[in-house]
């Protein structure tokens, strides 16, 4: 039973931070129950887009709200990225890099937001058929991915040195997954 008073408390860092708990969790899992590659991807995806929020707002959440006719919108995954490899989104203090991705990286993304997020989110009624033999290595990729965007890049101030120490252990247990299937 819940008790009164009690509250779930989210930030933007906290929120990606699960994502990524999850994506590791659900590595783990996928082995013995393939179904899981698919929240494999979600969480992964999730974490990645959340991340790469927190890198663009640093301590101005207005950097990634985009002002429409139809309302505040937050900044799209695509633009997103965009903006995660430009200097002048991204130099805000001293220590802040921006985000450099491979030409094998990029198309890991692709294939994690594109081909599988997007058609996991929205999906059409098919029978479809993935097939797993290089989802480890697209996957591995992301996981890099995930751990610039939030240790890396020195615009997620409000991780903790704790928080950040985790990230680092949960992307190299999920890559040690990875590399042994």
Same mark, same amino acid.
């Given at each position: 039973?819940l ?8 930030s933007e ?9 999850k ?23 999730g ?17 990634v ?12 995954? !695509? ?23 491979? !030409? ?45 965007l939030?240790?890396?890049t ?28």
């Amino acid at each position: 039973m819940l008790a009164e008073g009690e509250y779930l408390r989210l930030s933007e860092e906290l929120n990606a931070l699960d994502y990524l708990e999850k994506a590791v969790a659900f590595v783990r899992s996928a082995i013995s129950n393939p179904v899981d590659w698919k929240w494999v991807v979600l969480a992964l995806h999730g974490s990645i887009y959340g991340f790469m929020i927190c890198s663009l707002k640093g301590t101005d959440p207005s950097r990634v709200i985009n002002r429409t006719k139809r309302g505040d919108r937050l900044t799209d995954f !695509g633009e997103a990225l965009r903006r995660c490899q430009d200097p002048a989104w991204m130099n805000m203090t001293y220590h802040s890099q921006p985000l450099t991705v491979s !030409g094998e990286q990029k198309r890991a993304l692709d294939y994690i937001h594109e081909e599988f997020r997007n058609r996991f989110i929205h999906y059409q009624p098919c029978l479809w058929s993935i097939e797993l033999n290089g989802l480890p290595g697209i996957l591995a990729h992301g996981f890099d991915i995930a751990r610039f965007l939030s240790i890396e890049t020195g615009n997620c101030v409000h991780l903790t040195a704790e928080e950040c120490k985790k990230i680092d252990q949960l992307v190299g247990e999920a890559k040690g997954v990875l590399a042994s299937i």
